[in-house]
C-alpha cells in the first residue's frame, strides 16, 4: 500500500519548498506507516547528479542513536547498569565520575567538542590520542544540572561498547543493528552511489566540496552514511521494536524524556540517545544529525505508528527536526492513522476484579476500568485519562502514566478478605465518600 495521489502532491510540495528555502542541492526523504516505505520522493540541483532513496548520504548525529541502542542491549544483558560510573568501563579516562545514564541523556556537563581543531572537518585521530587531549578539569556544568549536548560523550560510549564486547563499536552496529533490520545500504564509509557534501555560499549562491574523512575516535558521534530506504527500514523498528535488536519496552524506555535546557526554552527533551519533540500525537521522537556537507533528519510517532525521514547534502538549510514532523502532520492531515480495533477482554485477572468500578478519593468519583492491559483511571463522568495502574505478580499496581506514575497502589482488605479500600502513598481510595471504616487520607 501506498499515499494517495493528493498525499504524494502535499508531501512534494511541502519537500520542493524545502529545497528552495534551504538551497539545497540535492534532498531525499520518505515516509513510513506501520512499518512499510509508503512514500519517496527527491528534489536535485545538480546537473548529472540523481538523487533518490538508493543514494547514501552522511547521516550525522543519527550515529549517536546506533551507540544508544547498543548500550541499551548490553544493559538488558546484564553486562551493565545506566547508574554505572564512566570510570567502571573506561578506567583512567576522563570524566569518569559521570555515569552512563549521564552520557547518554547529554545531562553529563561535559564540554561538547574534543579539544583541537574542527574535528568534524578535520581527519580524525585514534581514540587514545581523543582521550590524550580530553581536558575534564573546566566542564561546562555538573553533571545532572541541566541538558548539555556533548559529542564527546558519544566518542566515550563507543568505545566502552567496544571494551566490553571485545569489537569495534561498528562491527557491533553492522552485526547487532545493521543485519537484523536489513540495512544492506547503511556503511561507515561511503559507497556507491552516493551524494557529495556541499556548503553554499550565502550571497553567491555558488557551491564549494566539503571534506569527508574518517573521524576516528570521534566517528561514534557522527561517522554513518547511509540511505532513505534504509533509515526508513530503522524508522519501522524505532516504532515496533524488534525481537533481534531490542524490545519496544526498552525502547519506550529510551525515548522518555530525561533531561532538556531552561536555556533552549525547552523547546525539546533527551531520552537515552534520543531527541524528543513536540508534534504528531503529542511527542514524536527520533534524531537530527549533520556533518560538513550533510544533513539529515528521522522521527517516528509510535502512537501513529508513521515516520518520516529527510536527508540533504549541504552544510546548512533543512531544517531537520521540523521537516520530518511537519510531514507526519501532513500525513496524518491527509490521511488519518486507522487505529487498531476494539476487542472485547476475554478474561479479567482475578488480581484486578475487585479493583473495578467507582472509587472516591474524598467525595471525588473515580471510575477504575480494565482495559486489557492496565486499569484506566478516569473522573466519574469524563472520559480523560487521569491514572493508569499495570498488575504485578504480588497483587498490587504500578502506575503507568498521570501523578501516580511509578508509585505502587495497594488493595488493602478486611479480615474477611473483602476489599476495605486502596491504597496509594497517601491517597486512599473508598467505595463511599469518607468511608469511616477506612483510613483517614495520609495516615
Same mark, same amino acid.
Given at each position: 500500500m501506498s499515499v494517495l495521489p493528493s498525499t504524494a502532491r502535499r508531501l512534494e510540495v511541502l519537500l520542493a519548498r524545502e529545497q528552495v528555502a534551504g538551497r539545497l542541492p540535492s534532498v531525499v526523504a520518505a515516509v513510513v506507516r506501520d512499518g512499510s516505505l509508503e512514500w519517496t520522493g527527491s528534489v536535485s540541483a545538480l546537473e548529472g547528479f540523481v538523487a533518490g532513496p538508493g543514494v547514501q548520504y552522511r547521516i550525522g548525529s543519527i550515529t549517536k542513536t546506533l551507540v544508544a541502542v547498543l548500550i541499551l542491549q548490553l544493559r538488558d544483558e546484564g553486562r551493565l547498569d545506566l547508574n554505572d560510573p564512566l570510570s567502571a568501563h573506561l578506567p583512567g579516562v576522563p570524566y569518569g565520575d559521570r555515569t552512563l545514564r549521564h552520557l547518554l541523556t547529554h545531562s553529563s556537563g561535559m564540554n561538547s567538542e574534543p579539544a583541537g581543531s574542527w574535528w568534524e572537518r578535520s581527519p580524525g585521530v585514534p581514540f587514545d590520542a581523543l582521550v590524550a587531549a580530553l581536558d575534564d578539569s573546566a566542564p561546562a556544568f555538573a553533571p545532572g544540572v541541566t541538558f548539555h549536548y556533548s559529542n564527546v560523550a558519544f566518542a566515550l560510549l563507543g568505545e566502552l561498547v567496544a571494551r566490553v564486547r571485545g569489537a569495534s563499536w561498528w562491527d557491533q552496529v553492522t552485526s547487532r543493528i545493521l543485519a537484523p533490520l536489513g540495512m544492506t545500504r547503511t556503511s561507515y564509509l561511503p559507497e556507491p552511489p552516493h551524494a557529495t557534501g556541499w556548503s553554499v555560499h550565502h550571497y553567491a549562491n555558488t557551491l564549494t566540496e566539503e571534506p569527508a574523512f574518517d573521524a576516528g575516535g570521534m566517528a561514534p558521534a557522527g561517522q554513518v552514511w547511509s540511505t532513505v530506504e534504509d533509515l526508513a527500514r530503522y524508522a519501522a523498528f524505532l516504532g515496533a521494536g524488534h525481537d533481534d535488536v531490542l524490545s519496544r519496552a526498552t525502547l519506550e524506555e529510551m525515548v522518555t524524556p530525561q533531561s532538556a535546557s531552561r536555556a533552549g526554552g525547552m523547546a525539546s527533551a533527551h531520552g537515552l540517545g534520543f531527541q524528543i519533540v513536540r508534534g504528531g500525537s503529542g511527542l514524536v521522537f527520533g534524531h537530527t544529525g549533520s556533518m560538513p556537507g550533510f544533513l539529515? $533528519?528521522?522521527?517516528?510517532? *509510535?502512537? &501513529?505508528?508513521?515516520? #518520516? !525521514?529527510?536527508?540533504?547534502?549541504?552544510?546548512?538549510?533543512?531544517?531537520?527536526?521540523?521537516?520530518?514532523?511537519?510531514?507526519?502532520?501532513?500525513?496524518?492531515?491527509?490521511? $488519518?492513522?486507522?487505529?487498531? *480495533?476494539? &476487542?472485547?477482554?476475554? #478474561? !479479567?485477572?482475578?488480581?484486578?476484579?475487585?479493583?473495578?468500578?467507582?472509587?472516591?478519593?474524598?467525595?471525588?468519583?473515580?471510575?477504575?476500568?480494565?482495559?486489557g492491559r492496565q486499569v484506566v483511571v478516569t473522573k466519574a463522568g469524563s472520559d480523560v485519562r487521569m491514572h493508569g495502574f499495570a498488575p504485578q505478580e504480588d497483587g498490587t499496581f504500578v502506575g503507568t502514566f498521570g501523578y501516580h506514575h511509578g508509585e505502587r497502589l495497594s488493595v488493602v482488605r478486611n479480615d474477611d478478605g473483602t476489599v476495605n479500600h486502596l491504597a496509594c502513598a497517601t491517597f486512599v481510595f473508598t467505595r463511599v465518600p469518607y468511608d469511616p471504616a477506612a483510613p483517614i487520607p495520609g495516615r
Open positions: 539529515a $533528519g528521522l522521527f517516528v510517532d *509510535p502512537v &501513529r505508528r508513521t515516520g #518520516a !525521514v529527510a536527508v540533504a547534502n549541504a552544510t546548512t538549510g533543512m531544517r531537520s527536526d521540523r521537516l520530518p514532523v511537519e510531514m507526519l502532520e501532513t500525513l496524518e492531515a491527509s490521511e $488519518g492513522t486507522v487505529p487498531p *480495533p476494539w &476487542r472485547p477482554v476475554a #478474561a !479479567v485477572p482475578p488480581s484486578v476484579e475487585d479493583v473495578l468500578g467507582v472509587w472516591h478519593w474524598g467525595n471525588t468519583a473515580f471510575a477504575f476500568a480494565w482495559d
